[in-house]
Structures are given as structure tokens and as C-alpha cells.
């Protein structure tokens, strides 16, 4: 089977629970969380992860779900002054959707945080972030 299909089934899997558990919520109950991944320097993967965002944000309501997007390896790019999709990025971080770079991939490509987008988050690493909020409960998504 396609590995490609593999990762959408997987993908699309992870966002129907996260779904299904956030329409099951009742007052009072526990936020959910998703982090969504992108490691591609695409500006269609990027276009695609926030639209899953505002989607989601959208169906389940901004207040009702916590949203990282985490950008390493070649995905650093999008997060650059001159992204192609900065503006939407910059819309996500304004509707609450954290958008963070990894530390790591930026010493790697000697890029420094006046190199990027303002608004934005970083981390030391950032295949540790999605460890540990998957690790908190939070759902995964790889566009």
C-alpha cells in the first residue's frame, strides 16, 4: 500500500477522534489539544495544515480546542520573512493557533528569529514538542 495513503488514513483518523471527543465534551470538561505537523517546504502541505486549522476551529469552536502547528526540517521555510504563506500564518497566530519553529533546524540552516515571521513560537526541538503533547493527550496531525 502507499505509504502516502497510509499517513492520510492515519492523518484523517486522528482528526475524527479529536472530533468525536471534542462534540462529546461537556461544560467544565478538559480542552482538547491537537499538534499538526509539517516537515515539508510546500507551501500547499502549509495551506493545507491551516486550513485543517480554521476547519477545525470552525466545527468544534476556537474556545473548545488548543492548535499547534510545528515546523522542522525543510517545513522551517514557510516560516521565513518572505513566506509565500506568511499572511496566513500570521491570520492562524491571531485566531489562536500557536505556530512554532524548531531551534534546531534554524542553527542548522543559520537562520536566526530576525530571519522569521513575527508572531511566532520556538522550541528547542522540534520532534520534542510533538512527543510531548502527544504524550499530554493531545491528538496528531500530519497533513
Same mark, same amino acid.
Given at each position: 500500500?502507499?505509504r502516502?495513503?497510509v +499517513?492520510?488514513?492515519g492523518?484523517?483518523?486522528a482528526l475524527?477522534?479529536?472530533l468525536l471527543?471534542?462534540h ?6 478538559k ?5 499538526i ?6 507551501p500547499?502541505k502549509?495551506?493545507?495544515a +491551516? ?6 476551529q ?7 480546542v488548543?492548535?499547534e502547528?510545528v515546523?522542522y526540517g525543510?517545513?522551517?521555510?514557510m516560516?521565513?520573512l518572505?513566506s509565500?504563506?506568511?499572511s ?5 497566530a491571531?485566531?489562536?493557533v ?7 533546524t ?6 536566526t528569529?530576525?530571519?522569521m515571521l513575527?508572531g511566532?513560537?520556538y522550541?528547542p526541538?522540534?520532534?520534542t ?8 493527550g493531545?491528538?496528531? +496531525?500530519?497533513p
Amino acid at each position: 500500500m502507499n505509504r502516502r495513503l497510509v +499517513l492520510q488514513a492515519g492523518a484523517t483518523a486522528a482528526l475524527a477522534t479529536l472530533l468525536l471527543g471534542v462534540h462529546a465534551q461537556t461544560a467544565g470538561a478538559k480542552r482538547q489539544g491537537i499538534v499538526i505537523q509539517v516537515s515539508d517546504n510546500d507551501p500547499a502541505k502549509w495551506n493545507l495544515a +491551516l486550513n485543517n486549522a480554521k476547519n477545525l476551529q470552525d466545527d468544534v469552536g476556537a474556545a473548545n480546542v488548543d492548535i499547534e502547528i510545528v515546523a522542522y526540517g525543510p517545513g522551517i521555510s514557510m516560516l521565513k520573512l518572505e513566506s509565500p504563506t506568511g499572511s496566513r500564518i500570521a491570520d492562524a497566530a491571531k485566531a489562536g493557533v500557536k505556530v512554532t519553529a524548531c531551534e534546531n533546524t534554524m542553527r542548522g540552516q543559520k537562520l536566526t528569529k530576525d530571519d522569521m515571521l513575527t508572531g511566532i513560537s520556538y522550541v528547542p526541538a522540534g520532534v520534542t514538542e510533538i512527543m510531548k503533547k502527544q504524550h499530554e493527550g493531545w491528538a496528531y +496531525l500530519r497533513p
